[in-house]
């Protein structure tokens, strides 16, 4: 009985660590496949935008492009785009 309780919990050990491992494997992929600016540890620094629309802060890689006034402006999403072109 013993000898059991001690293999579960070693295949239990063994899942999570390898859990953990494929999301660390996914995250350093995702995050060296973006474009943008690298820190000095080869990790990406997002930079942050304020939406003019709705005042919410976004990463400028996954941001919509609207323009107001010939000048290209970064917003949240596409209703934003269109409100801030409907403003003019």
Same mark, same amino acid.
């Given at each position: ?25 996914? @995250? ?15 990790? =990406?620094?997002? $930079? ?18 609207? =323009? ?10 596409? $209703?934003?785009?269109?409100?801030? $072109?409907? @403003?003019?």
């Amino acid at each position: 009985m013993l000898r059991l309780v001690l293999f579960v919990f070693v295949l239990f050990m063994l899942l999570t660590v390898l859990r953990g491992l494929r999301i660390f494997l996914q @995250a350093f992929r995702s995050a060296s496949s973006r474009p943008g600016p690298v820190r000095s540890g080869g990790t =990406r620094e997002a $930079e942050m935008v304020r939406d003019p629309v709705c005042g919410t802060w976004i990463d400028r890689g996954i941001a919509v492009t609207g =323009r107001r006034g010939g000048e290209d402006v970064s917003v949240c999403s596409e $209703e934003c785009r269109k409100a801030l $072109e409907r @403003a003019g």
